[in-house]
């Protein structure tokens, strides 16, 4: 997965070593200013143009992270809201200018456009900032290969019904603000999207058991010779085990503020803005190897 960009010795200014990649907690250790080196971040559901997007709390990770490759697994723009009205923030400009700085720290970017940014599946391609594709295969350190894609795809509401899915979204939209000027006026600051936040983990879990939702993500692993699926789209951050293949979601930056964090080692973190751990993948034991 890495690209060697590094000149010869010959050619190379004197400079001293990069820092090494990070290993996972061993602890809960203090938060600090330091910069942690990791080897993936995957993210998805920022959802920029969206009133409600935790656009600053993203900018505020990126900034504490440095990332051998950065995913942005779907609707990191919000399509849907931007044509209805323009809405764009300095701080989008800002965590743009960050997704450079780390391109031109070595970072590799790669997206994989999602239903609310679905117009940016006319322009896959490489255009050398950034990658687009409509999925990725991701290599994780210990061998194990993942999908890598928005899960859209497989949201038969989204797919069999999409003038429903515009309709509950800007219906979402409203109670998400009437949600945030309900705990503003009660003086309530520590997650201001709870109750929208878990009125909407009912209506993902009825619409994943109506689209089978984790079992065809499963299913595809396993067409792909894959050992595991990272996506988002419902907004539902999670670490799960189905049969050989383990289910990943990156969760959102609009209730939860998540993402997921590959180590040098292989194992993987889903934490919160915070660095709150919410769950852990272990990497395989070393001088094992994935399953053929």
Known sequence: MYVDNRMSLAEAPAASPPPPLEQPRTAPAARTAKVRVVRSLFVSDVHLGCKHSQAAALLDLLERFEPANL???????????????????????????????LKRNGSRLMYTPGNHDEFLR?????????????????????????????????DRVEQSYPLLSL??????????????????????????????????????KLVRHVSDFEHQLREDARRSGCEGIICGHVHSPRIMAMDEVTYLNTGDWVENCTALVEFADGSF???????????????????ECPPA
Not at 144 to 153: A, P
Not at 174 to 181: E, V
Not at 275 to 284: E, K, N, S, T
Request: with cysteine; aromatic share 14%; proline share 3%.
């Open 71 to 101: 995913y942005v697994v779907g609707d990191f723009i919000d399509g849907w809201k931007l044509k209805r009205r323009w809405r764009w923030l300095p701080v989008y400009d800002r965590l743009l200018q960050r997704m450079m700085t």
């Open 122 to 154: 006319g322009f896959l391609a490489n255009f050398g900032v950034i990658e687009i594709r409509d999925r990725f295969i991701h290599e994780a350190a210990d061998g194990r290969r993942f999908v890598v894609l928005h899960g859209d795809q497989y």
């Open 167 to 204: 309709v509950a979204s800007y219906a979402y939209d409203a109670l998400l603000t009437a949600n945030w000027m309900g705990n503003r006026l009660r003086g309530k600051k520590h997650n201001p999207y709870a109750f929208c936040g878990a009125i909407k983990q009912r209506v993902k």
């Open 269 to 287: 973190e889903l934490i919160r803005q915070n660095g709150d751990l919410i769950d852990r993948l272990d990497p395989l034991p070393q001088g």
